[in-house]
């Protein structure tokens, strides 16, 4: 770790989950290997049977189920996320798989320090089902998104992005497979850029300092088919008979 690393202060995450917590899971490990400058701080979810709880426990971390059926409404759920939020002095609220949308009033306790990660290019494809629409509209690319959270659905300024193209075999199954492989990669890399104060929101666009984009074009299918070997000629086997 570099000096400079080493004196940067650990940014403390809020994440919530409703599910299994495989991007928790990521985040957890980048954390615990130094990876980025966070400690997560508490995990929450609004369902008790979620495995995600179970993994942070056993990375010693502190969890809370919040059940929407003990609040009249959402406001009054997502109020008592905020204290709960609070009380671990979060600096980041990370959504990983978190099936539920945020009211104004949760936004704007933590304005522009809120990420979602989405299985897809946004705007493409905001919303639930990503993955078979993607496969029935018949892309040829599809990927993951973190994006910056703001009161709309998927709709906030996107951080960062990751491609993966669609097989022709393709089902909606082995593609999010396949993108979930990059949300675990594309997550702890956008917490890290908040960590590191590089992340700029000018309206819907988020600048990164000291980053530039590789001029490549991604084709699918090629623009040239790959080559064939060629057939191997079978020689005539040489006599070797001596003629007299």
Known sequence: MSPARARRRRIRLGVLVSGGGTNLQSILD??????IDAEVAVVISNRPEAFALTRAQRAGVSTGVVSPKDFPDRERFDGRLVEVLR??????????????????????????????IHPALLPAFPGLEVQRKAVEHGVRFSGCTVHVVDEGCDTGPIVIQAVVPVAPADTADTLAARILKQEHRIYPRAIQLFAEGRIAIEGRVVRVKRAAAKDRALVNPPLADPKRPRPRVKRAARSHKRTR
Request: glycine share 8%.
């Open 87 to 116: 009380e671990h002095r979060v600096d980041l609220v990370c959504l990983a798989g978190f099936m539920r949308l945020l009211t104004p009033g949760f936004i704007r306790a933590f304005p522009e320090r809120i990420l979602n």
């Open 30 to 35: 980048q954390c615990r290997l130094g990876k």
